[in-house]
């Protein structure tokens, strides 16, 4: 049986279909449930930005004298990676 796309809403806990479904009575069925990005979530980005931004991540390498220039470090390192690629002969 092919699978059945559609949209909805949650209204008072139960879910409401745009339209009606094409299949018989009784059919069992398995439901995915996948809710859709609106503007209003859009919004909220800034705050998932600040989170980010006041992780632990940020700046953990801030005291690695080897990366006070993060430009030239990785610069070095690709540098590093063309040699092992290039062949001598």
Request: charged share 35%; glycine share 6%.
């Amino acid at each position: 049986m092919a699978i059945i796309i559609e949209q909805g809403e949650v209204n008072n806990g139960g879910i409401v279909l745009s339209k009606p479904l094409s299949l018989p009575e009784g059919t069992r069925i398995l439901i995915q449930i996948e809710p859709i990005e609106t503007d209003d979530d859009k919004d909220s980005l800034p705050d998932k930005k600040e989170d980010f931004a006041n992780s632990s991540f940020i700046g953990m390498w801030a005291d690695r004298e080897d990366m006070q220039d993060s430009v030239a470090w990785v610069r070095k390192q690709r540098e590093k990676w063309l040699e092992r690629i290039t062949r001598t002969e």
